[in-house]
């Protein structure tokens, strides 16, 4: 049984810092690209990061130079660092399993976990 889990997620002020962490299990971990995408209320969800499979990166517009993905195969996880937050990041983040081109530019998700809600303060 496939499982995608996120955690860290929580409240910081503007410009504050949060790192989550998405663990996937039940799958050959390697071979999977990875993203983070979010939700705010009564908005549509966007795509924040991919990972491909190789560790190429790509960015939503909105975080770019301020979040950054990485992956651990060894530890079967995923990692989004975010700095310098603003209000417009509050969101539930949620992390995907899936596949991607080489570059992560086309993404496309099978797996998707529960969310972890992040809430920035002006």
């Known amino acids: 049984q496939v499982q995608v889990v996120e955690s860290g997620g929580g409240s910081v002020q503007t410009g504050g810092s949060l790192r989550l962490s998405c663990s996937a299990s039940g799958i050959t971990f390697s071979i999977n690209a990875f993203g983070w995408y979010r939700q705010a209320p009564g908005k549509r969800r966007e795509r924040v990061a991919i990972i491909s499979s190789s560790g190429r990166t790509n960015y939503g517009d909105s975080v770019k130079g301020r979040f950054t993905i990485s992956r651990d195969n060894a530890k079967n996880a995923v990692y989004l660092q975010m700095d310098n937050l603003k209000p417009e990041d509050t969101a539930v983040y949620s992390c995907?399993?899936?596949?991607?081109?080489?570059?992560?530019?086309?993404?496309?998700?099978?797996?998707w976990g529960q969310g972890t809600q992040v809430t920035v303060s002006s």
């Open positions: 995907t399993m899936g596949s991607s081109t080489t570059d992560g530019a086309v993404y496309s998700g099978r797996y």
